[in-house]
C-alpha cells in the first residue's frame, strides 16, 4: 500500500502540481509568519530554515490530497 502511495506521489503530473501550489502558496505563508522579520531585516538562520519548511507545507498537502483523490477514483 506504502509502495502504491509512493508511485503515485512520484507521477510527473502529480509533482508539477505540487509544484505549483507550493511556490504559489509557499511564499504567502511566509509572509504570513515571517512578513515582518523579512521587512525588518531581522531574520536569522533558524527563521529562515522555518521559512524552507512553510514552503515545503503546501507541497506536502497537495502530494496527499492527489495520492487520496487517485485512490478514491480508482475504488469506484
Known sequence: MMKQRFNIACQPKVIRTAARFAL???PILVLIN???AIID?????ETWLKSGLTMI???IV?????I???KNCNKV
Open 24 to 26: 504559489i502558496v509557499g
Open 34 to 36: 515571517h512578513g515582518d
Open 41 to 45: 531585516g531581522s531574520m536569522h538562520a
Open 57 to 59: 507545507v503546501p507541497y
Open 62 to 66: 497537495s502530494t496527499l490530497s492527489s
Open 68 to 70: 487520496s483523490a487517485y
